[in-house]
Every structure is written in structure tokens, then in C-alpha cells.
């Protein structure tokens, strides 16, 4: 070995030399110094430059030209670095490499290209190098022995098996196989390779074949696996076919077949199926090596121009002294200085990056690759302007610089990067937005072409896969904050703690949100805890995925009960602290997570704005969920994924789960709009996005194309997330038509640019909301009707039996869903009655001051009142949920996620009956309502525990409660007025016993159920009150209707006998609710009294004040529809 060699080897110090001024000289064509500037590089590189052009300095460019024309390949210049250990020089002293790293590898190939040897030289040693990488560093110890060695010394030569001929830069659809044989000691490799350099003269070859079918693999960078294979040229499997080409003649470039071509299963490099892991840290490698190879050939096109234009002599003067050429080369010289800039900062970054855990594997690659395209495009302009400068004689193969520019094609086509192969598209105006051409290749997010644009303003068609090429998907960024990482990394709890929660949370919170697929994410959570010197997995330095995963853990830490808890206290975790420590660590790096952009970003956002949200922060919860759709819509969630026209193939299980979260979106934004007012940001006509499969797992059943078709499967865990899926597209429809909550509508339900609209299209819009309604829930399947489960036996008696049942499964725990499930559709479908016929409480029908109309005639138009069948309509919701009460379900229900939205759900009912019941308190019909909303009190009282939304609307309760009793006293007491009593109504029968003992209830049919009144019966009990002008007699009213009545939208009477009129008494009611809200904000700010503490909530990061008055935004004067 050489003394530079030696020196360059054994020197470990990482010194930077020391930087003096730049040299301040114009641009010369003069060759009298380096043209390549030096300050700046280590002592290291500059003792590998030195020392490699001691060597390239015995090998003329006579000899590379003979090489080239001859296509004979350069052994002698192989065997002379070989001699003194260049091959190994990036490969650990250990293995008998130099222990430098691929900055100095880089500067080494660089000064082979430079020295006149062009690509040819470098490619004769370019794969020892690089495609030893992944070798060295996943390969068995008895690998490493065998082979390392050898190639160091020269012995083997290596070449590197991944280009196919119709696969190309898709890397994750090659098609060569390897299938193990029966015995399980060799593999059968079957398939062809192309432009697979030195194949000829080659020993060994670093193979990349597919080990598992694409449709069988459960991720689209699993299947393939990496082997270090013989090239036994006499064994039979193996033929090899050599490519004539421009360039680089003196290396052979090969078309390499293989035919059942049998090798050892101790080949096999790392684990099966996951090769293209492994390669990836070859291929980053390769870049910074083939940059530093481009530079040296531009810095050598580049002297040899300078020198031909000092020498060249025209009218009496050296050509370089023309700015026609001095400019074009000066103009060569910057681009590569450029590129050398981002060339080593991309070797140093990936050096360091082997040691630095906290350096992103991606951010390697894309610098890596940015410098392998900047040196390659400076290349080939100073090759060019090279064989341009000398003219004539840059044609003639002596001058060398067309050798040069045939040479530097290599690295402006091979390896290419994905932009290399994209078509240019229509707009390429829209390239400069993210994700607006191409998407990272390393990225599982497939872009779906176009078809032609729909109607403006219209849903597409589902299943066309119709789409704006605006919204291309924008692939997640892959820059995870190093400190946000390592800061959540230190939160995780100890494995077995892990494990309780994660079972803590499909127990009790993942039958209510279903965003992910529990089977795929228990698999993949246990990677999170391989060792430091295991972290290359995805999983590991994935931010969303780990910000997912803590999210899980906090929510199960949220909802451990006493048995649980003890569990954890083994481990020394408190479950309230690790909480707490997750919710400020997630809350803190939130922007960070947002900028990964992955499906497990939407997935983060989704938990904790839920858990904001339920937990009484809903104007944090908001804007976090605002964060996941947006996330979410640049994924192309709310986009149908057409698998024919997809780049790169999704898989079923991935369609599904990206349906999942993007339904969980919609179904929070438009529970944030129906609980509090707030703007709705989807707009379905960009939306084509297939509902859920509720047999997606049983892999039986197509999906469903739209909500519009019924559903023909059977009922599983995940038919619960399709009809509330369904039930959110009708809801948002109810805000949008009827309070103008929605994108495009001002000013209650008035879209832009429209004056106004009568009463009667509103009376219109509410029938046909109802009437879709009750459709809705005529759809339900018998195992998620409340009606069919309300009687039936719960699965857990006691919620100590439900905390004991860790990891639940099988038919009881089913059962136990199912049950919850039903409960959670039951509350929303009652609330959204609710919302629907609020905006006609508000008024009633009067007669007109100069029609006199006969009994008959006005009694058929007060029996069709839509303003009656709207209260009757609030008032059976309300009551059908006041009955909850007494269900055994709801002690179960209040250890899970969904306790505070019965608590949200409830609160409206009680609104709506405490409204109902003070506009009349002295009528059956407020006594009825009064009797409901004790019971809804009753059931918040049993949820204080665990929702502090629950306290806040207790309170409130209570305080109306006590205003519609002020009112009763008052009227009670005013002897002044006569009272009117009707008699009972034959819809309900009234108990007069049960009035005095305040257990009032609508007495049982002979079916056992609650009868509700028709419309018939409502309209005359309210016709025998004050808020009528003329009295009837109802004994000839009809019988008792226990089935609910459907008014038909288009047969909603004719009123030109009759003028609607705010009703004063249910403004007045609703003015003394706003009164009890002020006194409620007021007495808690001021001196609470013992209704309005809540002595079971410790104040939290998370409180907002009173979020439940927030809830309240329906009964505000606000939401009255504009009307002319």
C-alpha cells in the first residue's frame, strides 16, 4: 500500500480544513491552476484526491481511448486500486475495508472521471462500492467473511441485479422470482434483468427478486428480498446477453436471464420480503457516487475546453478571449460548482445519517438524489459546451470531449428518479404546487388520472373516479421533526403497559370511531418497541404512525377502570400522568405531525380532536379536525380510488381504512356544526368517495356505490359506521337547506346572491328531510335497532365485569357492540328530528281577520299544521330519549368513548322538552314533557363521572326545570285567568296519580310499547289551549295510532285560508331559556352556587369555560328561516 493510501486509511480525524478567502480573480480560460475550487473539503478527501491521481496518473488518455474503442475492459486499472484497498474505502476496517465513509467514496470517483478515465473508468468500480452497502450492514457474519474480503482485494468482482426491462423505475413491481423449493435450502430464480453493468466479468451479483406475489403482500414495499448470489456462468438457469450502447464502451452493460436458476437460501441477505428496505441504503449511496462521477467528467470536458481556447489561436487572438466563449464556459464552471456544493453535503449528510438516528432516512434520499440530478444536468452542459468550444475537432475521438459527452448521458438518464418518468401534463403551471404533478415514489398514495371534468356545482357519479387535476394527492412530506420525534419516542410506556392500554382502547373506544383496522394496527405497534440498533423500519421514524399510537394509548389510558389500573401500577404507570404528558407532548408537536401528511396524520387529528371534542374543548376540537381534513383532502381521501387507473396499486384493506378516516372526518364536521353552530367545510359535490363495506373483512360482498342503493350484506361491527356515515350526509343536508350552515350559503338558509325564500319552501324542506329521515332509520337492521336491543339481556352486569374482560372478543362482546352501537344511532337519529323541525316551532297558523271558515274546513287545515307536527316532532324525540333512563346499557355506556356524546345528545332532548313544557305548563302535554325531562337529568346525573359536559348540562337542566315551574306557580296562582284542562287525548292516556307523584309516562299499549300520538290528536290537544282562537270538541278524534305518520312533502295542505305568525308564546319561551343561560355564565363567573360546581372535574389544559352553551345555538332567535 502506498504512503497517500496509508495515510488517506488510517487517518480518523474528521478535521475540516481550515477556510481562507477565496481567490478574487475573474474567470480564466488559463489552465494554470485547479479549476475545481478546494477550501472546504476535509483531510480525508483531499488525501483520497491526492492519492487516487498518484494512480489514474499511470493510465494515459490514450488508454482509456483504446479501451473505449476496443469495448475492452480496463482489468489493469481495477487491479491497481484493488492493490492498495480502494474498493473497500466506504466499508468498516472490521470487514478489511478503509472505515471512511461516501464523502471521501465520492471524491474518489470523482477524481477517477476528472483524470481522463470518464465514466468508463469509474462505472469499471462504481458497484463494488456502493451495492457492497447494504451487504455490509444486513449481510450474516459468515457473509461478510466469504464475501466482503474478496471484492476488497479484487479477487470478485460485483455487478447489481434490480432493472427490469418493463418495470424500470418501478422498483416495487419487478417481476423476477425467487421461490424457495420444497426443501427449503435453495431458492428457484426465474425472470430477466437488463443494463446490468460488468455482468460479463463479474463474480458476484447483489440480486433483488420477489419472494411473495404483489397481490399477496399486505404493504406494496413488502415482497421482495435481497440475495448475493454466484454468477456460475456453467450452471444451468443462467444466460447473459451484452448491449451495445453509446457510451462507456470499455464497461459491458448486459441483458441477464435466468431460468430456474438454482441458489442457496444462505444467500438471501436480511429477512425475506424485505429487500427493498435493505437496497434503499445502496441506492442513496449510488446517487452521491454517480454525482461525484458527473462532476469529475464536467470538470474534465471543462479544463480540456479552457485549454483548447487558450490555445486555439483566431485573427491573431486566443478564441477564449471571445465572451461567445469565455461566457458559456464561465457560465459551465458555476453550475458545477453548484452541484459539487450539494454533492458533498449529500454524501456528508448520509455519512453522518449512520450514526445520527435523528436524521430521517428520507431526507437522505432526496438530498442524494437532488445532487445526482444538479451534477448530471452540470455535466452535460459542460460536455457540451466543451465539444462546442473546440469546434471541428471536438467530433475527433483524440480531443476526448466526445468520448465525454457520449459518456455523460449515464448519469442524466440511469439511475432516474420519478420525474424522469412522468409525462408532462396538461397544466404544467400546476407542477409548482405540492403534489400538483407526482408524488414520492417511496409513498404508498396512488395518483389517479383524469377523466373528464363533471358539471360544476355537481357530485361526481361515484365509482368514475372522476377528478380536477388540481387535486392531485399530495404525498406525505418526509421531514418528521428530529426533537418532536425523539420527545414522543420517551413517552412510551413500558411494553406490557402498551399492550393493556391498546386492549383498553379496542375495548372501549374503537367500536364507536373504527378509523383503522385493529388487526393491522396491533401487528405494526409492536415496532415501535425494537431496539435503537432496530430503528430502520418504517414504523419507527414514522411521525404520524407513532403520534397515532400515543394518541390510542392516552385515549385507553382515559378509560381504565380500578382492575386495569392496578395492572399499570405494576409497570409504575399512572395512567392520568402518562396521559397528560401525551396530550402536551402531541399538543406541542402538533405542527410537525400535520407536516408528515400521511393517512396517520388524519388518523392523530381524528383522535384528539374527538377527545377534545367529547371532552369539553370543542373550539380546540375543531380546528384539530380541521387540520385532518385538510391532511385527509390532500390525500384524495374524499376522492374514489379507481384501481384500473392507479399508478400504484391499493391494496383492499388500505381502500377501506382510507374510507374509514375520511368518513370519520365528515361525520365530526358535521357533528361540530349540528352540536354547535359551527361552519361546515365539505362540500359533497367535490366529493365521489365510496361509502363504507360493511363486509370488507369478509372479502364477499362488493362495496357499495353510493348511499342512494340499498345495502345488501349482512349486519357486522362496521355496518354501525355505514348508517351513521349515511345519517351525517342527511344531517349535513338538514343544516345546509335549513340554517345555511354549509360552504356557499349566507345568512340562515339563503344561498349567495339569493333574496330570500318563503316560510312555505322551508314547511317544504322539512317535511322532505323528515320523510328522508324516517326512511333512514327504516333501514336499520334489526341488530342495530334500539327497539329490538332495548329489552334484550345486556353482556356485562356490572362495569367492574366489563373492566375484568381485557382484550374482549367472540359472540358476548359482539353482542355487547352491538348494544352500544344501537344506542349511539338511536340518539343520533332523535337529535337530527330534533334539528329538523326546530325552525318551524317558532310559529303558528292564525285565521285571517275577514274569512270565516266552517268548523270542518278549519279543523282538516289545523289537523296538517306543519308547525304542530313539528312540536309534536321535538317532543316524541325528546321523550323517546328521556326513556333511556332506566336502560342497564347506559352504566356500561359511560366507561366508553361515546359517554359524552349521549351526554350532547341528551342535553338537546332536554332543551327541546323544557322549552315545550314552559309554553304551556299547565297543559298534559307539559306535564308529559316535564316527566321527560326528569329522567334526562336523571341520566346526566349518572354521567357526571365521566363527561364533565354532562355537569355543565345537568345544570342547565335543572335551571330551566325551575323556570317552567316558575311559570306553572305564576299561572296557578293567577286566579285572574280561567286554566283550560283538556280531557286526556286518546294518543295518551294521562294517569292522574302519576302527575302528583311525578312519575308521568304514557301509558303501555297491548304491545308493550309507548304509543305516539298522531298528527291528528296533536293538532287538536293544541287547538283546546289559548294558542287557538276557537274551541272543539275532540271526543270524535281517532284512535290511538301506534305507528308514526310520514307527511307526504307534496300534500302539505292549502293555508290561503290561514296566515302563519311568530308564535309569542314560544318566543317568550325561548327568551326566558336565553335568560336562564345568561344567569347561568353570570352566577358561575361571579358566585357559583352549588348547581353550577362540579366537584368531580379537576380543571384541565383542556377547558374552555362552557361549552355547553355553545350547544344551545338552535334555540337562539338566529336560526329563524328568512321568509318574505
Same mark, same amino acid.
Request: glycine share 6%.
Given at each position: 500500500?502506498?504512503?497517500?493510501?496509508?495515510?488517506?486509511?488510517?487517518?480518523?480525524?474528521?478535521?475540516?480544513?481550515?477556510?481562507?478567502?477565496?481567490?478574487?480573480?475573474?474567470?480564466?480560460?488559463?489552465?494554470?491552476?485547479?479549476?475545481?475550487?478546494?477550501?472546504?473539503?476535509?483531510?480525508?478527501?483531499?488525501?483520497?484526491?491526492?492519492?487516487?491521481?498518484?494512480?489514474?496518473?499511470?493510465?494515459?488518455?490514450?488508454?482509456?481511448?483504446?479501451?473505449?474503442?476496443?469495448?475492452?475492459?480496463?482489468?489493469?486499472?481495477?487491479?491497481?486500486?484493488?492493490?492498495?484497498?480502494?474498493?473497500?474505502?466506504?466499508?468498516?476496517?472490521?470487514?478489511?475495508?478503509?472505515?471512511?465513509?461516501?464523502?471521501?467514496?465520492?471524491?474518489?470517483?470523482?477524481?477517477?472521471?476528472?483524470?481522463?478515465?470518464?465514466?468508463?473508468?469509474?462505472?469499471?468500480?462504481?458497484? %463494488?462500492?456502493?451495492?457492497?452497502?447494504?451487504?455490509?450492514?444486513?449481510?450474516?457474519?459468515?457473509?461478510?467473511?466469504?464475501?466482503?474480503?474478496?471484492?476488497?482485494?479484487?479477487?470478485?468482482?460485483?455487478?447489481?441485479?434490480?432493472?427490469?426491462?418493463?418495470?424500470?423505475?418501478?422498483?416495487?413491481?419487478?417481476?423476477?422470482?425467487?421461490?424457495?423449493?420444497?426443501?427449503?435450502?435453495?431458492?428457484?430464480?426465474?425472470?430477466?434483468?437488463?443494463?446490468?453493468?460488468?455482468?460479463?466479468?463479474?463474480?458476484?451479483?447483489?440480486?433483488?427478486?420477489?419472494?411473495?406475489?404483489?397481490?399477496?403482500?399486505?404493504?406494496? !414495499?413488502?415482497?421482495?428480498? $435481497?440475495?448475493?448470489?454466484?454468477?456460475?456462468?456453467?450452471?444451468?438457469?443462467?444466460?447473459?446477453?451484452?448491449?451495445?450502447?453509446?457510451?462507456?464502451?470499455?464497461?459491458?452493460?448486459?441483458?441477464?436471464?435466468?431460468?430456474?436458476?438454482?441458489?442457496?437460501?444462505?444467500?438471501?441477505?436480511?429477512?425475506?420480503?424485505?429487500?427493498?428496505?435493505?437496497?434503499?441504503?445502496?441506492?442513496?449511496?449510488?446517487?452521491?457516487?454517480?454525482?461525484?462521477?458527473?462532476?469529475?467528467?464536467?470538470?474534465?470536458?471543462?479544463?480540456?475546453? !479552457?485549454?483548447?481556447?487558450?490555445?486555439?489561436?483566431?485573427?491573431?487572438?486566443?478564441?477564449?478571449?471571445?465572451?461567445?466563449?469565455?461566457?458559456?464556459?464561465?457560465?459551465?464552471?458555476?453550475?458545477?460548482?453548484?452541484?459539487?456544493?450539494?454533492?458533498?453535503?449529500?454524501?456528508?449528510?448520509?455519512?453522518?445519517?449512520?450514526?445520527?438516528?435523528?436524521?430521517?432516512?428520507?431526507?437522505?434520499?432526496?438530498?442524494?438524489?437532488?445532487?445526482?440530478?444538479?451534477?448530471?444536468?452540470?455535466?452535460?452542459?459542460?460536455?457540451?459546451?466543451?465539444?462546442?468550444?473546440?469546434?471541428?475537432?471536438?467530433?475527433?475521438?483524440?480531443?476526448?470531449?466526445?468520448?465525454?459527452?457520449?459518456?455523460?448521458?449515464?448519469?442524466?438518464?440511469?439511475?432516474?428518479?420519478?420525474?424522469?418518468?412522468?409525462?408532462?401534463?396538461?397544466?404544467?403551471?400546476?407542477?409548482?404546487?405540492?403534489?400538483?404533478? =407526482?408524488?414520492?415514489?417511496?409513498?404508498?398514495?396512488?395518483?389517479?388520472?383524469?377523466?373528464?371534468?363533471?358539471?360544476?356545482?355537481?357530485?361526481?357519479?361515484?365509482?368514475?373516479?372522476?377528478?380536477?387535476?388540481?387535486?392531485?394527492?399530495?404525498?406525505?412530506?418526509?421531514?418528521?421533526?428530529?426533537?418532536?420525534?425523539?420527545?414522543?419516542?420517551?413517552?412510551?410506556?413500558?411494553?406490557?403497559?402498551?399492550?393493556?392500554?391498546?386492549?383498553?382502547?379496542?375495548?372501549?373506544?374503537?367500536?364507536? $370511531?373504527?378509523?383503522?383496522?385493529?388487526?393491522?394496527?396491533?401487528?405494526?405497534?409492536?415496532?415501535?418497541?425494537?431496539?435503537?440498533?432496530?430503528?430502520?423500519?418504517?414504523?419507527?421514524?414514522?411521525?404520524?404512525?407513532?403520534?397515532?399510537?400515543? $394518541?390510542?394509548?392516552?385515549?385507553?389510558?382515559?378509560?381504565?377502570?380500578?382492575?386495569?389500573?392496578?395492572?399499570?401500577?405494576?409497570?409504575?404507570?399512572?395512567?392520568?400522568?402518562?396521559?397528560?404528558?401525551?396530550?402536551?407532548?402531541?399538543?406541542?408537536?402538533?405542527?410537525?405531525?400535520?407536516?408528515?401528511?400521511?393517512?396517520?396524520?388524519?388518523?392523530?387529528?381524528?383522535?384528539?380532536?374527538?377527545?377534545?371534542?367529547?371532552?369539553?374543548?370543542?373550539?380546540?376540537?375543531?380546528?384539530?379536525?380541521?387540520?385532518?381534513?385538510?391532511?385527509?383532502?390532500?390525500?384524495?381521501?374524499?376522492?374514489?380510488?379507481?384501481?384500473?387507473?392507479?399508478?400504484?396499486?391499493?391494496?383492499?384493506?388500505?381502500?377501506?381504512?382510507?374510507?374509514?378516516?375520511?368518513?370519520?372526518?365528515?361525520?365530526?364536521?358535521?357533528?361540530?356544526? =349540528?352540536?354547535?353552530?359551527?361552519?361546515?367545510?365539505?362540500?359533497?359535490?367535490?366529493?365521489?368517495?365510496?361509502?363504507?363495506?360493511?363486509?370488507?373483512?369478509?372479502?364477499?360482498?362488493?362495496?357499495?356505490?353510493?348511499?342512494?342503493?340499498?345495502?345488501?350484506?349482512?349486519?357486522?361491527?362496521?355496518?354501525?359506521?355505514?348508517?351513521?356515515?349515511?345519517?351525517?350526509?342527511?344531517?349535513?343536508?338538514?343544516?345546509?337547506?335549513?340554517?345555511?350552515?354549509?360552504?356557499?350559503?349566507?345568512? %340562515?338558509?339563503?344561498?349567495?346572491?339569493?333574496?330570500?325564500?318563503?316560510?312555505?319552501?322551508?314547511?317544504?324542506?322539512?317535511?322532505?328531510?323528515?320523510?328522508?329521515?324516517?326512511?333512514?332509520?327504516?333501514?336499520?337492521?334489526?341488530?342495530?335497532?334500539?327497539?329490538?336491543?332495548?329489552?334484550?339481556?345486556?353482556?356485562?352486569?356490572?362495569?367492574?365485569?366489563?373492566?375484568?374482560?381485557?382484550?374482549?372478543?367472540?359472540?358476548?362482546?359482539?353482542?355487547?357492540?352491538?348494544?352500544?352501537?344501537?344506542?349511539?344511532?338511536?340518539?343520533?337519529?332523535?337529535?337530527?328530528?330534533?334539528?329538523?323541525?326546530?325552525?318551524?316551532?317558532?310559529?303558528?297558523?292564525?285565521?285571517?281577520?275577514?274569512?270565516?271558515?266552517?268548523?270542518?274546513?278549519?279543523?282538516?287545515?289545523?289537523?296538517?299544521?306543519?308547525?304542530?307536527?313539528?312540536?309534536?316532532?321535538?317532543?316524541?324525540?325528546?321523550?323517546?330519549?328521556?326513556?333511556?333512563?332506566?336502560?342497564?346499557?347506559?352504566?356500561?355506556?359511560?366507561?366508553?368513548?361515546?359517554?359524552?356524546?349521549?351526554?350532547?345528545?341528551?342535553?338537546?332532548?332536554?332543551?327541546?322538552?323544557?322549552?315545550?313544557?314552559?309554553?304551556?305548563?299547565?297543559?298534559?302535554?307539559?306535564?308529559?314533557?316535564?316527566?321527560?325531562?326528569?329522567?334526562?337529568?336523571?341520566?346526566?346525573?349518572?354521567?357526571?363521572?365521566?363527561?364533565?359536559?354532562?355537569?355543565?348540562?345537568?345544570?342547565?337542566?335543572?335551571?330551566?326545570?325551575?323556570?317552567?315551574?316558575?311559570?306553572?306557580?305564576?299561572?296557578?296562582?293567577?286566579?285572574?285567568?280561567?286554566?283550560?284542562?283538556?280531557?286526556?287525548?286518546?294518543?295518551?292516556?294521562?294517569?292522574?296519580?302519576?302527575?302528583?307523584?311525578?312519575?308521568?309516562?304514557?301509558?303501555?299499549?297491548?304491545?308493550?310499547?309507548?304509543?305516539?300520538?298522531?298528527?291528528?290528536?296533536?293538532?287538536?290537544?293544541?287547538?283546546?289551549?289559548?294558542?287557538?282562537?276557537?274551541?272543539?270538541?275532540?271526543?270524535?278524534?281517532?284512535?290511538?295510532? !301506534?305507528?308514526?305518520?310520514?307527511?307526504?312533502?307534496?300534500?302539505?295542505?292549502?293555508?290561503?285560508?290561514?296566515?302563519?305568525?311568530?308564535?309569542?308564546?314560544?318566543?317568550?319561551?325561548?327568551?326566558?331559556?336565553?335568560?336562564?343561560?345568561?344567569?347561568?355564565?353570570?352566577?358561575?363567573?361571579?358566585?357559583?352556587?352549588?348547581?353550577?360546581?362540579?366537584?368531580?372535574?379537576?380543571?384541565?389544559?383542556?377547558?374552555?369555560?362552557?361549552?355547553?352553551?355553545?350547544?344551545?345555538?338552535?334555540?337562539?332567535?338566529?336560526?329563524?328561516?328568512?321568509?318574505?
Amino acid at each position: 500500500m502506498s504512503h497517500l493510501a496509508r495515510r488517506a486509511l488510517h487517518h480518523k480525524t474528521l478535521a475540516v480544513r481550515l477556510q481562507w478567502p477565496l481567490v478574487r480573480s475573474r474567470f480564466s480560460t488559463s489552465a494554470r491552476r485547479p479549476l475545481m475550487e478546494l477550501t472546504g473539503f476535509t483531510e480525508e478527501q483531499l488525501t483520497v484526491r491526492d492519492a487516487i491521481s498518484a494512480i489514474t496518473a499511470k493510465f494515459p488518455n490514450t488508454y482509456w481511448q483504446e479501451c473505449d474503442q476496443n469495448e475492452r475492459d480496463p482489468k489493469d486499472f481495477h487491479a491497481a486500486l484493488a492493490k492498495d484497498g480502494w474498493l473497500g474505502i466506504a466499508l468498516p476496517e472490521q470487514l478489511g475495508g478503509a472505515g471512511l465513509g461516501i464523502s471521501e467514496a465520492t471524491m474518489m470517483m470523482q477524481t477517477i472521471t476528472q483524470s481522463g478515465a470518464g465514466m468508463a473508468g469509474a462505472q469499471a468500480i462504481h458497484a %463494488n462500492v456502493y451495492a457492497t452497502q447494504p451487504l455490509a450492514k444486513f449481510g450474516t457474519k459468515e457473509q461478510l467473511e466469504e464475501t466482503i474480503p474478496k471484492i476488497i482485494n479484487g479477487t470478485w468482482r460485483t455487478c447489481f441485479g434490480v432493472t427490469e426491462p418493463n418495470t424500470g423505475l418501478e422498483t416495487l413491481k419487478l417481476k423476477t422470482t425467487a421461490t424457495k423449493n420444497a426443501s427449503g435450502d435453495s431458492y428457484s430464480v426465474t425472470g430477466q434483468k437488463i443494463w446490468i453493468t460488468c455482468a460479463q466479468v463479474a463474480s458476484k451479483m447483489i440480486l433483488l427478486a420477489r419472494t411473495t406475489p404483489v397481490e399477496e403482500v399486505k404493504r406494496s !414495499t413488502h415482497g421482495l428480498s $435481497m440475495f448475493c448470489i454466484d454468477l456460475d456462468r456453467k450452471k444451468p438457469g443462467l444466460d447473459m446477453r451484452k448491449i451495445k450502447k453509446m457510451g462507456g464502451r470499455a464497461v459491458d452493460a448486459n441483458e441477464v436471464f435466468f431460468d430456474n436458476y438454482q441458489i442457496p437460501a444462505n444467500t438471501l441477505v436480511g429477512e425475506e420480503n424485505e429487500g427493498f428496505r435493505i437496497i434503499l441504503h445502496g441506492m442513496n449511496a449510488e446517487r452521491c457516487l454517480l454525482a461525484g462521477e458527473a462532476l469529475g467528467l464536467g470538470y474534465a470536458a471543462l479544463e480540456r475546453a !479552457t485549454q483548447y481556447a487558450n490555445d486555439r489561436v483566431v485573427f491573431g487572438r486566443p478564441i477564449g478571449q471571445n465572451q461567445g466563449i469565455a461566457h458559456p464556459l464561465a457560465d459551465a464552471y458555476m453550475k458545477l460548482e453548484a452541484a459539487k456544493l450539494a454533492t458533498y453535503h449529500a454524501a456528508r449528510l448520509y455519512d453522518v445519517s449512520r450514526t445520527d438516528s435523528s436524521i430521517p432516512f428520507h431526507s437522505v434520499g432526496v438530498a442524494c438524489n437532488s445532487a445526482k440530478y444538479l451534477a448530471a444536468e452540470a455535466a452535460f452542459t459542460a460536455c457540451e459546451r466543451a465539444v462546442l468550444t473546440h469546434g471541428g475537432m471536438g467530433y475527433a475521438m483524440e480531443y476526448d470531449v466526445e468520448r465525454y459527452l457520449r459518456e455523460c448521458l449515464v448519469p442524466r438518464i440511469a439511475p432516474a428518479f420519478q420525474l424522469h418518468n412522468v409525462a408532462t401534463p396538461r397544466d404544467p403551471i400546476m407542477d409548482a404546487i405540492p403534489g400538483g404533478a =407526482m408524488q414520492d415514489i417511496v409513498g404508498e398514495n396512488s395518483e389517479i388520472r383524469n377523466k373528464e371534468a363533471v358539471e360544476p356545482g355537481v357530485r361526481p357519479p361515484c365509482g368514475t373516479g372522476t377528478r380536477s387535476r388540481t387535486l392531485r394527492p399530495m404525498p406525505p412530506l418526509v421531514y418528521p421533526s428530529p426533537p418532536a420525534l425523539e420527545e414522543l419516542r420517551s413517552l412510551l410506556p413500558p411494553y406490557e403497559a402498551a399492550e393493556l392500554l391498546v386492549d383498553t382502547y379496542f375495548d372501549r373506544v374503537h367500536w364507536f $370511531m373504527l378509523i383503522f383496522q385493529q388487526d393491522n394496527f396491533r401487528q405494526n405497534w409492536p415496532q415501535l418497541y425494537k431496539t435503537h440498533s432496530d430503528r430502520a423500519g418504517e414504523d419507527c421514524n414514522d411521525l404520524g404512525f407513532l403520534s397515532t399510537f400515543l $394518541m390510542v394509548i392516552a385515549i385507553g389510558a382515559h378509560y381504565v377502570g380500578p382492575y386495569r389500573q392496578c395492572l399499570l401500577a405494576r409497570h409504575d404507570v399512572q395512567p392520568e400522568t402518562l396521559k397528560q404528558c401525551i396530550f402536551k407532548a402531541i399538543k406541542s408537536s402538533l405542527l410537525d405531525i400535520i407536516s408528515v401528511g400521511s393517512l396517520e396524520v388524519v388518523q392523530t387529528c381524528i383522535l384528539l380532536g374527538t377527545y377534545y371534542l367529547f371532552h369539553g374543548a370543542p373550539r380546540l376540537a375543531w380546528p384539530v379536525c380541521g387540520c385532518g381534513l385538510r391532511v385527509a383532502q390532500s390525500l384524495n381521501l374524499h376522492r374514489n380510488v379507481d384501481k384500473d387507473l392507479s399508478l400504484i396499486p391499493i391494496e383492499r384493506n388500505e381502500n377501506e381504512t382510507r374510507k374509514r378516516c375520511w368518513w370519520a372526518i365528515y361525520e365530526i364536521e358535521t357533528f361540530c356544526s =349540528m352540536s354547535y353552530g359551527y361552519p361546515h367545510s365539505i362540500k359533497d359535490a367535490d366529493c365521489d368517495v365510496e361509502p363504507l363495506n360493511p363486509s370488507a373483512k369478509l372479502g364477499n360482498a362488493p362495496s357499495p356505490v353510493s348511499f342512494d342503493e340499498p345495502l345488501r350484506c349482512e349486519t357486522t361491527l362496521l355496518s354501525y359506521k355505514y348508517y351513521m356515515s349515511k345519517l351525517s350526509v342527511l344531517t349535513k343536508a338538514v343544516l345546509s337547506e335549513l340554517y345555511g350552515i354549509g360552504p356557499g350559503l349566507v345568512n %340562515n338558509n339563503r344561498p349567495s346572491g339569493e333574496t330570500g325564500s318563503s316560510l312555505r319552501a322551508v314547511v317544504m324542506k322539512v317535511a322532505s328531510l323528515d320523510a328522508r329521515l324516517r326512511n333512514w332509520r327504516a333501514d336499520i337492521p334489526p341488530k342495530l335497532r334500539w327497539e329490538t336491543l332495548a329489552s334484550t339481556r345486556v353482556s356485562y352486569s356490572s362495569q367492574d365485569e366489563f373492566d375484568q374482560d381485557i382484550g374482549a372478543s367472540g359472540v358476548r362482546f359482539d353482542n355487547h357492540i352491538y348494544h352500544l352501537q344501537a344506542l349511539a344511532l338511536k340518539l343520533a337519529y332523535e337529535n337530527t328530528i330534533i334539528l329538523t323541525h326546530r325552525p318551524l316551532l317558532s310559529y303558528k297558523l292564525v285565521t285571517k281577520a275577514d274569512e270565516k271558515l266552517d268548523d270542518i274546513t278549519r279543523l282538516g287545515t289545523i289537523q296538517e299544521s306543519p308547525f304542530l307536527r313539528s312540536m309534536r316532532a321535538c317532543h316524541d324525540a325528546g321523550m323517546s330519549l328521556s326513556e333511556l333512563v332506566n336502560s342497564p346499557v347506559l352504566d356500561l355506556v359511560s366507561e366508553t368513548y361515546a359517554a359524552a356524546f349521549v351526554s350532547i345528545h341528551t342535553f338537546t332532548a332536554g332543551v327541546a322538552l323544557g322549552i315545550l313544557s314552559s309554553i304551556e305548563p299547565l297543559t298534559p302535554q307539559a306535564q308529559e314533557a316535564k316527566v321527560g325531562l326528569h329522567r334526562l337529568m336523571s341520566l346526566q346525573a349518572k354521567l357526571k363521572p365521566r363527561s364533565p359536559l354532562a355537569t355543565q348540562g345537568l345544570d342547565i337542566l335543572q335551571r330551566l326545570t325551575k323556570l317552567a315551574l316558575d311559570k306553572e306557580l305564576s299561572m296557578m296562582l293567577d286566579v285572574s285567568k280561567p286554566i283550560r284542562w283538556s280531557e286526556p287525548q286518546s294518543g295518551v292516556d294521562v294517569d292522574v296519580s302519576a302527575v302528583q307523584t311525578g312519575t308521568l309516562s304514557p301509558k303501555q299499549n297491548s304491545s308493550g310499547q309507548h304509543p305516539r300520538r298522531s298528527s291528528h290528536d296533536a293538532a287538536v290537544a293544541a287547538m283546546q289551549t289559548d294558542r287557538q282562537s276557537i274551541m272543539f270538541d275532540s271526543r270524535d278524534t281517532q284512535g290511538t295510532e !301506534t305507528q308514526e305518520e310520514t307527511p307526504d312533502p307534496n300534500s302539505l295542505g292549502n293555508f290561503t285560508d290561514f296566515q302563519y305568525v311568530e308564535d309569542a308564546s314560544v318566543s317568550a319561551a325561548l327568551y326566558d331559556f336565553d335568560q336562564v343561560l345568561s344567569t347561568y355564565v353570570n352566577s358561575s363567573w361571579a358566585d357559583p352556587d352549588p348547581l353550577a360546581m362540579d366537584t368531580s372535574h379537576a380543571q384541565t389544559l383542556h377547558d374552555e369555560g362552557f361549552s355547553m352553551l355553545e350547544q344551545t345555538w338552535i334555540w337562539g332567535p338566529d336560526t329563524l328561516p328568512f321568509h318574505d
